[in-house]
């Protein structure tokens, strides 16, 4: 049985046009620094598998569909030519009988040979007539179908149909995993604001604290100086009653003196 070209090119080309979806999830994956996509990927392991599977599937379907529809065409067209070999033959047997007949001498042949040699041409020539018209039939049969796979390359358009699944399939995984890409990304951002106003509100509380502190170190120094200056004025209280208490003394002594002075 001969396969037609277009049956055995597909298969080279529809393996090439798999590898999309296998790099789906992976031909961007360098470009991200703040999350790993391998271990992101991973939780996706699942519908990613699911989405190759279903699109290998439909290709494949499309694919093996016309594949299997060429093969029986080309059975088909096979044997419309094994016919026109048998038509040919046939053929070649009744010109072989018709010669043999004619190849009869009529002058020795009775009417009633005659007649039946008349009939049996007849009948040759109808049978010759009948297999040339399906001689016609079958040439313009394997004529137009060889001329439509021409036009329209019926495994050339389920190639392209397999390829628009697989990169569909293929753009779908890349827009699946760039979504939990962004999501991440939005998750880590969020985690981050998050931190820098724990940070900010850590900051203000110790600002406050220092604040306090510095109120609390000016308010003892402050007691600390007060302090000082009443135990100064003590002392100086202190001396200035002392210096009266001996001035007394004295004024008491030297009234004394005059005293005995009299005496």
Known sequence: MQVSKNTTIYMGQNKANLRHIEEAGQKNSKKSGSFNMARMLSGQEDSILLKKQLARKQAYKIVGDTFASERQLDAEQDARRDRQQDIISEKREIKDLMAAYEDMPEEEMTEEMLAEKREAMQQYQKQLDALD?????????????????????????AQEMADEILEAASQEIIGMVWAEAKDHIDEEQEKREELAEKAAEKKEELEEKLEKAKEDREEAEELAKAIKEATSMDDVKREINEMLDKMKLIEEDIKGAKVDETL
């Open 133 to 157: 018209a399906e001689m016609g039939n079958l040439h313009r049969a394997i004529h137009d179908t060889e001329q439509g796979r021409l036009e329209k390359s019926p495994m050339g358009e």
